[in-house]
């Protein structure tokens, strides 16, 4: 997708730019030391989606969202907000995102309503006692405001900094791994403000997660890094379809199963073994069937399961990295 | 025989010295003996080694026998020995002392009998008071006093209209001074370089004090209340 | 857009707010009431260990110990403690920003980076001028009323000056402008470290031990530090004494100004630079 961008951009910058697209990484790259943490990151964001951005601890998204928020710079590439690039328009830009990177970390020794005054005076704002009253409803701090920060848990902290992301109505949200921390009741209900911030107010979320589930349920769009560099990147409905998954199989007797397979037409779908587990290339359909012959052929099948590839995969390279 | 005329001659001319000097210190005396108490300004030069002190004015006040203050805003120096102060006591306590004639000397171009003050107690701060005395006038042109701790005090008068009352137009007070030295540590002068290479610590500099005295106001009847210093 | 006055504003609520912040006035104000009672019983026995060698020649008339002379060596023994109190606070600025993560929010606001540091800067300044104002009121004002007013004996490596009381005033107005400038060096020094170290702690240590350390190369006589003296900026940060001397040497009291200026250009640059280039990845 990256290379056809290139070449629209070399040959129609213009064009390019005008292009819908709330975020756009050109080619990003950041090294620190000899240690290349993002090489050549592209990808872009649309107006209005919910962005999944996706990888394990330590595959550089936190890097790459400090790169978009201005708090690294990068190596080489471009960072684009709509038709502004970041390096020329730094201070615009931020006026139109509301972040949270990594944990939110607060003035303690203030007061919640202290803290968020603070950022009511940087992006130049009159807030008044019922527009805050209503921002810590939203979040659900109201009653708390007075309360120093330094009393607060995580989750609480966590939804202050969603109130300070919000107080200037930003028309994009960046959020870095915004359910660490949080309680159940907490995740679910920072998914519903998501969604609803997105569907009833039309802004643009980008959020990281290293937790496939999350980005699955609400995202339209995500990309997958893996060691800084770009693994994927597309619609979360085409990634993860259903249209062929790895089925898994365990049978009591590795070695009847593996003869059934070989003597039938099922070992065209056979795509690779791991340890004691047969793994197939099928759709979701096909499961029955294969099920159907196992019975069929007396094996006995101790275990089924199928997983999506790309879900397989950040499967695996979430537990390398951890 | 020749022994005994000499002998004789020089015991005469001792005791006819000691007569004078006496005589001499009489005629001051009489001068001081006029004047009860009395009032002056005063104009104060200082230069003390180690001390800047800018010019000051003041008042003077002394009243007889041994009352004497100088008043002025701020901080000044005076002389221990104060010989505004003491010249008159030393010279008035005749029987505190012996005084020697010896020689003649010439001080602001006028011959003075240069008198010598020993003092009959071992216990007194003076050890030596040297007096040049203009004897048309009766008047201290210059003394000296050398004291036990603080060494020796050289004062140099000039008088004007009321030289008759031995009260002097101008002063000139030489004092010796043990030499100030401040530790860098203490003065925290940590932007000066020492100019002071001296590594000894018991040099003695000397310092003069110069008193221009005015408007003399004599026999007043000071109280003495006025010489009680205020905080 | 943040207006620069928001950010400044920000930062001057943020120094404030923190109780750190009041360590340094309470310090004042605790040390100038310690010696100011210490000379209240003992002054004159201690005055007497530097006019002893006069004293035996001379009456000393007037009052030597008043409230201009404890002023005096208050920020005489105050201007080598005092910056590790402006340190204290200013060497947090950023440092304490970064290594706490609060940076994150302050940096992904519509301010440029340099604002931010200029508005860091001045509320350091602005928190140093109000430590000093708080010096001057306790040193000056109450050891005024406490001791009264007079002539000030200045002391210095060559001896002592007599100051007429009349002739204070303006000199103590100046002198506590050095001492704001020479303390703003220190705050500006303090900032650059904060700027270029991630933990709160190391800044201050870091201005701590310099200072520490050029104090004590101007404090010897020794002809190979005498080269690097006129550089250090601690040398100059006593030049406001140099106001109590007669003549004033006005020539030495504008090099001062002119080194410690030079400091304070170069420190505020160099923060602006580092920080500029700084990646936030705490």
Request: hydrophobic share 45%.
């Given at each position: 997708?990256?290379?056809l961008q290139?070449?629209?951009l070399?040959?129609?910058?213009?064009?390019?730019?005008s292009?819908p697209g709330?975020i756009?990484?050109?080619h990003?790259?950041?090294?620190?030391?000899?240690?290349?943490?993002?090489?050549?990151l592209?990808?872009?964001?649309?107006?209005?989606d919910?962005?999944?951005f996706l990888?394990?601890?330590?595959?550089?998204?936190?890097?790459?969202?400090?790169?978009?928020?201005?708090?690294?710079k990068?190596?080489?590439?471009?960072i684009?907000?709509?038709n502004?690039s970041l390096?020329?328009?730094r201070?615009?830009?931020?006026?139109?995102?509301?972040?949270?990177?990594?944990?939110?970390?607060?003035?303690?020794?203030?007061s919640?309503?202290?803290?968020?005054k603070?950022?009511?005076?940087?992006?130049?704002?009159?807030?008044?006692?019922?527009q805050y009253d209503?921002?810590?409803?939203?979040v659900g701090?109201?009653?708390?405001?007075k309360?120093?920060v330094?009393t607060?848990?995580?989750?609480?902290?966590?939804?202050?900094?969603?109130?300070q992301?919000?107080?200037?109505?930003?028309?994009i949200?960046i959020l870095?791994?915004?359910?660490?921390?949080?309680?159940?009741?907490?995740?679910l209900?920072?998914?519903n403000?998501?969604?609803?911030?997105?569907?009833?107010?039309g802004?643009?979320i980008l959020?990281?997660?290293?937790?496939l589930?999350e980005?699955?349920?609400?995202c339209?769009?995500?990309?997958?890094?893996?060691?800084?560099?770009?693994?994927?990147e597309?619609?979360v409905?085409e990634?993860?379809s259903?249209?062929?998954?790895?089925?898994?199989?365990e049978?009591?007797?590795?070695?009847?199963l593996k003869q059934?397979?070989s003597?039938?037409?099922w070992?065209?779908?056979?795509?690779s073994?791991?340890?004691?587990?047969?793994?197939?290339?099928?759709n979701k359909?096909?499961i029955?069937a294969?099920v159907?012959?196992?019975?069929?052929?007396?094996?006995e099948?101790?275990?089924?399961?199928?997983?999506?590839?790309?879900?397989?995969?950040f499967?695996k390279i979430?537990?390398?990295?951890? | 025989?020749?022994f005994?005329?000499?002998?004789?001659?020089?015991?005469?001319?001792v005791?006819?010295?000691?007569?004078d000097?006496?005589?001499?210190?009489?005629?001051v005396?009489?001068k001081f003996?006029?004047?009860n108490?009395?009032?002056a300004?005063?104009?104060m030069?200082f230069?003390?080694?180690?001390?800047?002190?800018?010019n000051?004015?003041?008042?003077?006040?002394y009243?007889?026998p041994n009352?004497?203050?100088?008043?002025?805003?701020g901080?000044?120096?005076?002389p221990?020995?104060?010989?505004?102060?003491?010249?008159?006591?030393?010279?008035?306590?005749?029987?505190?002392y012996?005084?020697?004639?010896?020689?003649?000397e010439?001080?602001?171009?006028?011959a003075?009998a240069?008198?010598?003050?020993?003092?009959?107690?071992s216990?007194?701060?003076?050890?030596?008071?040297?007096f040049?005395?203009?004897s048309?006038?009766?008047?201290?042109?210059k003394?000296?006093?050398?004291?036990?701790?603080?060494?020796?005090i050289?004062?140099?008068?000039?008088?004007g209209?009321?030289?008759?009352?031995?009260?002097?137009?101008?002063?000139?007070?030489?004092?010796?001074?043990?030499?100030i030295?401040?530790?860098?540590?203490l003065?925290?002068d940590?932007?000066k370089?020492?100019?002071?290479?001296?590594?000894?610590t018991?040099?003695?500099?000397?310092g003069?004090?110069e008193?221009?005295?005015?408007?003399?106001?004599?026999?007043?009847?000071?109280?003495?209340a006025e010489?009680?210093?205020?905080q | 857009?943040?207006?620069?006055?928001n950010?400044y504003?920000?930062?001057?609520?943020?120094?404030?707010?923190?109780?750190?912040s009041?360590i340094?006035?309470?310090i004042i104000?605790?040390?100038?009431?310690?010696?100011?009672?210490?000379?209240?019983?003992?002054g004159?026995?201690?005055?007497?260990?530097?006019?002893?060698?006069?004293?035996?020649?001379?009456?000393?008339?007037?009052?030597i110990?008043?409230?201009?002379l404890?002023?005096?060596i208050?920020?005489?023994?105050?201007?080598?403690?005092?910056p590790l109190?402006?340190?204290?606070v200013?060497g947090d600025m950023?440092?304490g920003?970064?290594?706490?993560?609060?940076?994150?929010f302050?940096?992904?606001?519509?301010?440029?980076?340099?604002?931010?540091?200029?508005a860091?800067?001045?509320?350091?300044l602005?928190?140093?001028?109000?430590?000093?104002?708080?010096?001057?009121v306790?040193?000056?004002?109450?050891?005024?009323?406490?001791f009264?007013?007079?002539?000030?004996?200045a002391?210095?490596s060559?001896?002592?000056?007599?100051v007429p009381?009349?002739?204070?005033?303006w000199?103590?107005?100046?002198?506590?402008?050095i001492?704001?400038?020479?303390?703003?060096?220190?705050?500006?020094?303090?900032?650059?470290f904060?700027?270029?170290?991630?933990?709160?702690?190391?800044?201050?240590v870091?201005?701590?031990?310099?200072?520490?350390?050029?104090t004590?190369?101007?404090?010897?006589?020794?002809?190979s530090?005498?080269?690097?003296?006129?550089?250090?900026?601690?040398?100059?940060?006593?030049s406001w004494k140099?106001?109590f001397?007669?003549?004033i040497p006005f020539a030495?009291?504008?090099f001062?100004?002119?080194?410690?200026?030079v400091?304070?250009?170069?420190?505020l640059?160099?923060s602006?630079?580092?920080f500029?280039?700084?990646?936030?990845?705490?």
């Amino acid at each position: 997708m990256h290379e056809l961008q290139s070449v629209f951009l070399y040959l129609a910058p213009d064009l390019f730019y005008s292009m819908p697209g709330a975020i756009r990484l050109h080619h990003v790259s950041k090294s620190f030391g000899n240690f290349e943490a993002v090489k050549n990151l592209s990808f872009q964001v649309d107006e209005g989606d919910i962005y999944g951005f996706l990888g394990p601890n330590g595959s550089g998204k936190s890097t790459s969202l400090r790169m978009m928020m201005g708090l690294i710079k990068p190596s080489s590439g471009e960072i684009y907000f709509g038709n502004q690039s970041l390096l020329k328009h730094r201070s615009e830009i931020m006026n139109q995102i509301g972040c949270m990177i990594e944990k939110p970390d607060f003035y303690n020794y203030l007061s919640a309503i202290d803290n968020l005054k603070l950022f009511e005076r940087y992006h130049g704002l009159k807030y008044t006692k019922k527009q805050y009253d209503a921002l810590l409803e939203k979040v659900g701090l109201l009653g708390r405001e007075k309360d120093k920060v330094k009393t607060f848990s995580h989750g609480m902290k966590q939804r202050l900094g969603l109130a300070q992301v919000l107080l200037h109505n930003p028309a994009i949200i960046i959020l870095d791994e915004p359910n660490t921390g949080l309680d159940p009741q907490g995740i679910l209900d920072l998914r519903n403000l998501m969604l609803q911030l997105n569907k009833e107010e039309g802004k643009t979320i980008l959020f990281s997660s290293h937790i496939l589930s999350e980005v699955q349920e609400i995202c339209d769009s995500m990309v997958v890094i893996n060691r800084g560099e770009k693994v994927v990147e597309g619609k979360v409905s085409e990634l993860l379809s259903e249209e062929l998954l790895h089925v898994r199989v365990e049978a009591i007797d590795h070695n009847a199963l593996k003869q059934a397979i070989s003597l039938s037409s099922w070992k065209e779908k056979w795509s690779s073994t791991e340890e004691s587990l047969l793994v197939f290339s099928l759709n979701k359909k096909e499961i029955p069937a294969l099920v159907n012959f196992l019975h069929n052929h007396s094996v006995e099948v101790l275990r089924i399961d199928y997983k999506n590839p790309l879900e397989e995969y950040f499967l695996k390279i979430t537990q390398h990295s951890s | 025989m020749k022994f005994v005329s000499v002998l004789f001659l020089l015991l005469s001319s001792v005791l006819l010295h000691a007569q004078d000097a006496k005589s001499l210190l009489r005629n001051v005396n009489k001068k001081f003996l006029a004047v009860n108490d009395y009032k002056a300004a005063v104009f104060m030069k200082f230069n003390i080694p180690g001390v800047k002190i800018k010019n000051m004015n003041g008042q003077v006040m002394y009243k007889r026998p041994n009352k004497f203050r100088v008043k002025a805003n701020g901080i000044f120096f005076l002389p221990k020995q104060n010989p505004m102060q003491n010249m008159s006591q030393i010279l008035m306590d005749t029987n505190a002392y012996t005084a020697v004639f010896s020689g003649n000397e010439v001080v602001q171009g006028m011959a003075c009998a240069v008198v010598n003050l020993v003092p009959l107690q071992s216990n007194n701060e003076i050890i030596l008071g040297r007096f040049w005395i203009d004897s048309k006038s009766a008047l201290v042109l210059k003394s000296q006093i050398t004291t036990k701790n603080n060494g020796t005090i050289e004062t140099e008068n000039r008088f004007g209209a009321l030289g008759k009352y031995a009260l002097p137009d101008r002063m000139l007070i030489t004092v010796e001074v043990a030499k100030i030295k401040v530790p860098k540590m203490l003065a925290a002068d940590l932007n000066k370089k020492s100019t002071d290479k001296s590594t000894a610590t018991n040099t003695r500099e000397k310092g003069t004090i110069e008193l221009l005295l005015s408007d003399y106001k004599l026999n007043q009847k000071l109280s003495d209340a006025e010489f009680v210093e205020t905080q | 857009m943040s207006s620069f006055k928001n950010i400044y504003i920000n930062e001057w609520i943020k120094t404030m707010k923190r109780p750190r912040s009041y360590i340094g006035f309470a310090i004042i104000i605790f040390i100038c009431g310690m010696l100011q009672s210490a000379f209240y019983h003992d002054g004159k026995e201690i005055l007497s260990f530097v006019t002893q060698s006069l004293e035996n020649s001379f009456d000393i008339n007037g009052t030597i110990l008043n409230g201009n002379l404890i002023c005096f060596i208050l920020l005489q023994t105050l201007i080598v403690q005092l910056p590790l109190l402006v340190a204290f606070v200013t060497g947090d600025m950023v440092s304490g920003e970064t290594s706490s993560g609060t940076i994150r929010f302050l940096l992904t606001r519509p301010a440029s980076r340099t604002k931010i540091i200029i508005a860091k800067w001045l509320a350091g300044l602005t928190y140093t001028f109000f430590l000093l104002i708080v010096l001057g009121v306790m040193a000056l004002f109450v050891a005024r009323g406490v001791f009264g007013n007079g002539d000030l004996m200045a002391l210095n490596s060559e001896g002592l000056t007599i100051v007429p009381a009349d002739d204070l005033g303006w000199r103590w107005f100046y002198a506590l402008c050095i001492a704001f400038l020479s303390l703003s060096v220190v705050a500006t020094l303090s900032l650059f470290f904060s700027c270029i170290l991630d933990n709160s702690i190391t800044p201050i240590v870091t201005v701590m031990a310099i200072i520490i350390i050029f104090t004590i190369i101007g404090m010897f006589d020794i002809p190979s530090f005498d080269v690097i003296k006129p550089f250090l900026f601690t040398t100059h940060m006593i030049s406001w004494k140099s106001l109590f001397e007669d003549p004033i040497p006005f020539a030495d009291i504008r090099f001062s100004c002119i080194v410690l200026g030079v400091h304070l250009v170069v420190l505020l640059g160099l923060s602006l630079y580092f920080f500029n280039k700084k990646d936030i990845s705490s």
